[in-house]
């Protein structure tokens, strides 16, 4: 038995230690919001946060994970700056890897709430979007900085 | 008709609906709600219900290019509903949904980029009846003239009396009214919703995480399934351990298929290593010796061997051999991948006479069809569940996905999931062909093109689709932007001006599956022409703009968007040094796009950066702008991610590319800033999915050439091509 606490909720789960967390979120909490992209921790759509930091639910093994806060998107506050900056925007098209991107940009809001263009260069080039939503992801940033810099919650 | 009891039951639940049946001669209207029940019952474009809802039901599928928002603004603003009274559902598969365009009847299918301006006219009829019938409905509540009746937001007001009633209170008795024949529709001036930037409906459900994709579909007690792949096209399996693969813990069975074998257990996690403990080997397959240079030698090969008459225009031959100047130029483009997000997979439960499949799909006829004929059971009784995809890019209509699912639940009589790896979703990819291209063109002594000859060879869609489709050798799916469909009002050829062309194709006979990819053959096509016109354009002494100019003197269209994309950009406005600009313009689904690039070249390591996109799009009337902005974006991202990086690696006969630490695609990094300007000119509706892909490449590389002199007839520019270019230069 594996013991999570997932969005402030604990979680006891019957499965193999080295299962990726990505799908034990998935598969046995039935929390979807967190996707499957590549598994290598390539393109971040199954990013959560961990400990508050943005990490690769598909690398991790779910044993690694317990004792643990972690974060999904379903459990970012639904007036986070984040997801009240994406609808604003209309940053989304198919939105798969959208959960992904917004828990990065979270984590990073959180680290350095009004990052310079470089950062959010650097720290979204490691996220992947096949439609091309890359530049409302970044006017989408900048909205959000100004929500959270307006008071607007921050997890 | 007699009143029964069911029926009035019928309406009571219901209330107004409206429903259209499309056939190749067009359309009728219905009013569903008043068919008799037990009688065929057509499905719901929307319906109107008492609790004061419009809720309108889309057959196309949402992957992302905001069709159940355009097409639900479309009925809303005809209906004179409220937008914030209007909720949107995903349809079934039925005929009712089948896409207007003539080359794609009687399927309901999301391609082309073509719901929109094929819907548009249908639904403005369908909600324009809906909106004749309530004001008919009130008028008669009250006993006024109609005339003195106006609806708006959802409501029927009559000004005189300051009377007015919601649409709910007046559906049902609407319901009871004949559909008039021929409503009139509201003037563009009049619309509210239509050319609005309009939020779109389903961004909120996918921010909150809540929106379910074909991943994300549970059923209870279900399984899954994984493929073991053969690694090599046309590779068998020699032995596999069914044994050891039945002992891990949670596999149920070992289902042999022709697409490989399957593993079906009762977690993903089982399944995957239920696969690894299979251990299947695989013969060599067709081609071992298939690798990256071996499919350019052959594509070189083939353009020397005879193909196909495509299309013929005047005496090109004779032009090249009377012109005052002529160039012979060959142009590559390699296979690229989809790798759409969310990867491939579906759910399928096959019953005694029942099947239901839960699918990310853009072809819900296809999938009807293919469904029903593994699990045994006719169409009708295939019901198609169609989630949010992932992306879609073409790929999607394809029903592969769900044959591998229906076969696996039929096989095990369990709800079944089958899962792709994204390296399954690589390696097994139906690519966006490469190909191979040889032009040919004449200036006379006054440098205009007199003569222009064409060959083509590339892989063919039809071929496992459709093969009846390919006419005397001709797969005119790979010849977009060449040439026109025989039966579509779509115009797909080559625009320009030219008084002698003759276009030659030949089906390449390399066994690598490809598939339609945004823009299907326009892109790799556009390439070519866009390029090919460039160079003419360099040989005449001629400006790009004006040499284009010149030749589209017929298309109004082409003519605004160059100019107004030429001057967004300051075309002619001095650059730095290593930098460069350039021009290219494709038609294709309707729309006319143009495009300048400006882009920076480092000499010394030869990295292209793109630094700015200014666009010019012409689709007639931008139903949702917000949309359109968005959707050119994607498409010009997209297509930089294949000029700048994207080519599939192939060894041993198959795939060697494998996930996206060796498939590159484009980065927040690498992304320019991308200019949309739309222009109203056109008065057809022209798509907006796809048309942003074609100039992108070629404007791109033309902004190259420009920067550096050097010509580079092949993508991707990557650094080190465009270091050799640049080298051979200066030799």
Not at chain 1, 128 to 147: F, M, P, Y
Not at chain 2, 159 to 179: P, V
Request: with cysteine; proline share 6%; charged share 25%.
């Amino acid at each position: 038995m594996i013991s999570l606490n997932v969005n402030g909720k604990t979680y006891r789960v019957d499965v193999s230690d080295d299962m990726p967390l990505l799908w034990v979120i998935r598969d046995y909490l039935k929390l979807t919001g967190t996707k499957f992209g590549c598994g290598i921790g390539e393109c971040g759509a199954c990013t959560v946060h961990i400990n508050g930091k943005a990490e690769r639910s598909c690398t991790i093994p779910v044993k690694e994970a317990q004792g643990k806060k972690i974060t999904t998107i379903e459990g970012l506050p639904q007036n986070h700056p984040v997801k009240r900056a994406w609808i604003q925007e209309q940053v989304v098209q198919c939105g798969y890897c959208q959960p992904g991107i917004m828990m990065q940009v979270a984590a990073l809001l959180s680290e350095s709430p009004k990052p310079n263009a470089e950062k959010i260069i650097n720290t979204m080039d490691n996220v992947i979007c096949r439609c091309g939503t890359h530049l409302r992801i970044k006017r989408g940033i900048r909205t959000a900085v100004q929500i959270a810099g307006k008071g607007g919650k921050q997890s | 008709m007699t009143t029964s009891i069911s029926r009035r039951t019928f309406l009571k639940a219901t209330g107004l609906t409206i429903a259209v049946s499309v056939t190749p001669f067009g359309f009728s209207l219905m009013n569903a709600s008043a068919q008799k029940e037990g009688s065929f019952k057509p499905n719901a474009w929307f319906e109107i219900t008492p609790d004061n809802i419009v809720t309108t039901v889309i057959g196309s599928s949402e992957m992302g290019q905001g069709t159940h928002t355009a097409l639900s603004m479309i009925i809303a603003d005809e209906l004179e509903a409220d937008w914030k009274k209007l909720r949107v559902k995903q349809g079934p598969a039925s005929k009712e949904f089948s896409n207007p365009h003539p080359t794609l009847q009687p399927l309901q299918i999301t391609v082309q980029s073509s719901s929109v301006r094929m819907f548009y006219g249908p639904l403005r009829k369908a909600a324009a009846a809906g909106r004749v019938m309530l004001i008919k409905a009130a008028a008669s509540t009250w006993k006024v003239p109609e005339e003195e009746c106006t609806a708006f937001k959802g409501t029927v007001t009559h000004k005189k009396s300051n009377r007015s009633l919601t649409y709910g209170q007046l559906c049902l008795k609407a319901a009871k009214l004949d559909i008039p024949k021929d409503p009139p529709l509201k003037k563009e001036s009049d619309f509210r919703y239509i050319g609005k930037p309009m939020a779109r409906l389903d961004i909120p459900a996918k921010v909150e995480g809540t929106a379910v994709y074909g991943l994300d579909v549970s059923v209870p007690d279900m399984h899954y399934a994984v493929f073991a792949r053969p690694p090599a096209y046309g590779a068998k399996p020699v032995s596999f351990d069914e044994k050891s693969a039945l002992q891990v813990s949670g596999v149920v069975k070992v289902i042999p298929a022709p697409m490989g074998i399957a593993v079906c257990a009762k977690s993903l996690d089982a399944a995957w290593k239920g696969r690894k403990a299979l251990n299947v080997k695989w013969d060599n397959g067709a081609l071992p010796q298939m690798d990256n240079d071996f499919i350019e030698k052959t594509l070189m090969e083939e353009l020397d061997k005879p193909g196909s008459k495509a299309m013929e225009k005047g005496d090109a031959r004779k032009a090249l051999e009377g012109a005052a100047k002529k160039i012979k130029l060959t142009y590559f483009v390699p296979y690229v991948a989809h790798t759409l997000m969310e990867p491939i997979n579906c759910t399928a439960y096959v019953q005694k006479d029942q099947c239901d499949v839960w699918a990310p799909t853009q072809g819900q006829t296809v999938a009807q069809l293919v469904a029903g004929e593994v699990s045994g059971l006719p169409p009708d009784k295939v019901k198609i569940h169609t989630t949010y995809l992932g992306c879609g890019l073409g790929r999607r209509a394809t029903p592969d996905f769900v044959a591998e699912a229906v076969i696996a639940s039929k096989v095990t009589g369990k709800p079944v999931k089958v899962v792709w790896t994204r390296e399954e979703d690589i390696k097994a990819d139906r690519f966006r062909s490469a190909t191979c291209q040889r032009v040919e063109g004449g200036l006379d002594g006054q440098g205009q093109l007199i003569g222009w000859y064409h060959k083509a060879v590339a892989g063919s869609i039809m071929k496992d689709i459709a093969p009846q489709e390919i006419k005397d050798g001709v797969d005119i799916m790979s010849l977009w932007g060449l040439v026109d469909f025989p039966i579509s009002p779509d115009e797909n050829r080559i625009l320009y001006g030219v008084p002698n062309l003759y276009i030659e194709f030949l089906i390449s006979g390399l066994p690598v599956p490809v598939d339609a990819w945004r823009s299907i053959q326009n892109g790799p096509n556009a390439f070519v022409t866009e390029c090919f016109i460039d160079e003419m354009a360099h040989a005449a002494g001629k400006d790009p703009l004006q040499f284009r100019l010149e030749l589209l003197k017929e298309r109004k269209g082409a003519q605004r968007v160059l100019q107004v994309a030429a001057e967004k950009a300051g075309w002619g406005k001095p650059l730095l040094k290593g930098q460069g600009r350039g021009i290219a313009q494709h038609h294709c689904f309707g729309t006319d796009v143009a495009m300048v690039a400006e882009i920076a070249v480092n000499e010394k390591d030869g990295r292209v950066k793109v630094n700015r996109v200014v666009v010019a799009v012409d689709c007639g009337l931008a139903v949702n702008p917000d949309t359109v902005e968005a959707q050119i974006q994607g498409g010009v991202i997209i297509a930089l991610s294949t000029a700048l990086k994207e080519e599939v690696r192939f060894a041993n006969g198959g795939v060697k590319s494998a996930n996206f630490d060796d498939y590159g695609v484009l980065r927040m990094s690498e992304v320019p800033s991308i200019e949309v300007h739309i222009v109203k000119g056109n008065e057809m509706l022209g798509g907006i999915g796809e048309p942003g892909v074609p100039p992108t490449a070629p404007a791109v590389a033309n902004a190259v050439f420009n920067a550096t002199g050097a010509r580079i007839r092949r993508i991707p520019l990557t650094p080190e091509r465009v270091l050799a270019a640049i080298k051979s230069k200066k030799t």
